[in-house]
């Protein structure tokens, strides 16, 4: 009969497990840094840069390191039983695609070797909506909506459609992983900021007269941030859970944004085709000739042809996820934007 453990032979708490994060300056890492921290939780952040300002005054350890180099993932992991996997290297246009696959793709495969090697006890790895299928005429696609690479636009998506298999294929190995898909999240600190940040930024400087109709599914970031953590708790190892909230097309978008900042919402309405024509035009010039990013990346162009509506029921369901209106994740957004000084 075994004896029962002393105190001192407890197992920790999921407090006192140390817990990687990679990818913890950007966005959403951040937001899933400043939650685990209120819980509690003892936090280590993978990054390249050890002053980076999204870490500052936040009381983490920071490991130096890179998706690519596998010796400095298995040193950022000693000693960690939980690993947040949200790095990624997003955006819409790249002059080389090849070093977005190699940190993307390549880089997940060296981490969660690296995991599956030193037997992390949870894994969260953060995907997007942009890999799951989606039918593209407003009926919100599902974590079971069928789907190929052939569908992925864009190296950016294409890329994380591949991560993503290779994250399911470690989940089938054994490693206890959970997969998250969040939308298109909005709030503070987005500092870079994201596309989605960028198009209010330029709502707010009056620098959008017209725009190209779509749909986009909003959440506020630190709902994503929670889902994160609930994912870890609850979910299932090998399934996906879409962290979303509310389907809107963008002039609805814009309707809110206009109430919120006392602009007035754009009110030309622009075709697709010749969009998508000066688009070409834009990357071909501006990205292939001039090496500089194009105003109009055409992936996002493309991307715009399919309302991204997804359902979310899922991880309401399972995950206990709770939603804060988007209406409230916008004014955040608006407030951070003026604050810093980007309007």
Same mark, same amino acid.
């Given at each position: 009969?075994?004896?029962?453990?002393?105190?001192?032979?407890?197992?920790?708490?999921?407090?006192?497990?140390?817990?990687?994060?990679?990818?913890?300056?950007?966005?959403?890492?951040r937001a899933v840094?400043?939650?685990?921290?209120?819980?509690?939780?003892?936090?280590?952040?993978?990054?390249?840069?050890?002053?980076?300002?999204?870490?500052?005054?936040?009381?983490?350890? =920071?490991?130096?390191?890179?998706? %690519?180099?596998? +010796?400095? $993932? /298995?040193?950022? &992991?000693?000693?960690?039983?939980?690993?947040?996997?949200?790095?990624?290297?997003?955006?819409?246009?790249?002059?080389?695609?090849?070093?977005?696959?190699?940190?993307?793709?390549?880089?997940?495969?060296?981490?969660?070797?690296?995991?599956?090697?030193?037997?992390?006890?949870?894994?969260?790895?953060?995907?997007?909506?942009?890999?799951?299928?989606?039918?593209?005429?407003?009926?919100?696609?599902?974590?079971?909506?069928?789907?190929?690479?052939?569908?992925?636009?864009?190296?950016?998506?294409?890329?994380?459609?591949?991560?993503?298999?290779?994250?399911?294929?470690?989940?089938?190995r054994g490693l206890?992983?959970?997969?998250?898909?969040?939308?298109?999240?909005?709030?503070?600190?987005?500092?870079?900021?994201?596309?989605?940040?960028?198009?209010? =930024?330029?709502?707010?400087?009056? %620098?959008?007269? +017209?725009? $190209? /109709?779509?749909? &986009?599914?909003?959440?506020?970031?630190?709902?994503?941030?929670?889902?994160?953590?609930?994912?870890?708790?609850?979910?299932?190892?090998?399934?996906?859970?879409?962290?979303?909230?509310?389907?809107?097309?963008?002039?609805?978008?814009?309707?809110?944004?206009?109430?919120?900042?006392?602009?007035?919402?754009?009110?030309?309405?622009?075709?697709?085709?010749?969009?998508?024509?000066?688009?070409?035009?834009?990357?071909?010039?501006?990205?292939?000739?001039?090496?500089?990013?194009?105003?109009?990346?055409?992936?996002?162009?493309?991307?715009?042809?399919?309302?991204?509506?997804?359902?979310?029921?899922?991880?309401?369901?399972?995950?206990?996820?709770?939603?804060?209106?988007?209406?409230?994740?916008?004014?955040?957004?608006?407030?951070?934007?003026?604050?810093?000084?980007?309007?």
């Amino acid at each position: 009969m075994t004896a029962s453990p002393t105190d001192n032979q407890k197992s920790p708490t999921v407090n006192q497990l140390k817990t990687l994060v990679t990818g913890g300056s950007g966005f959403v890492g951040r937001a899933v840094v400043l939650e685990l921290l209120a819980q509690g939780r003892s936090v280590r952040v993978l990054a390249r840069n050890p002053q980076h300002p999204a870490l500052a005054g936040l009381p983490v350890e =920071v490991a130096l390191g890179d998706l %690519r180099d596998r +010796a400095s $993932l /298995e040193s950022a &992991l000693t000693g960690c039983s939980r690993l947040f996997h949200l790095a990624a290297d997003y955006r819409l246009w790249v002059p080389d695609p090849e070093e977005m696959y190699a940190v993307n793709v390549e880089g997940t495969r060296n981490l969660l070797a690296a995991a599956l090697d030193q037997g992390v006890s949870r894994v969260v790895y953060t995907s997007t909506v942009g890999a799951l299928g989606n039918p593209g005429d407003g009926t919100p696609g599902s974590e079971a909506t069928p789907v190929s690479l052939a569908d992925m636009v864009g190296h950016y998506k294409r890329s994380k459609f591949m991560a993503e298999q290779v994250a399911l294929e470690f989940a089938a190995r054994g490693l206890p992983l959970v997969v998250v898909n969040p939308s298109t999240p909005v709030g503070p600190w987005d500092w870079r900021p994201t596309p989605t940040g960028q198009m209010i =930024v330029d709502f707010l400087k009056g %620098r959008m007269p +017209a725009y $190209l /109709e779509t749909g &986009l599914n909003l959440i506020h970031v630190n709902d994503v941030a929670r889902g994160h953590l609930l994912a870890e708790a609850r979910g299932q190892a090998g399934e996906k859970y879409i962290l979303g909230h509310e389907n809107l097309s963008l002039s609805q978008i814009f309707q809110l944004l206009s109430k919120i900042s006392g602009r007035p919402a754009p009110r030309v309405r622009l075709p697709y085709w010749p969009v998508l024509a000066l688009a070409y035009v834009d990357e071909f010039w501006t990205g292939q000739i001039r090496g500089k990013t194009p105003r109009m990346p055409l992936t996002a162009i493309r991307m715009a042809k399919k309302y991204m509506y997804f359902d979310n029921q899922k991880a309401v369901k399972y995950l206990g996820l709770t939603l804060t209106p988007v209406c409230q994740a916008l004014e955040d957004a608006v407030a951070w934007f003026r604050q810093q000084n980007y309007i």
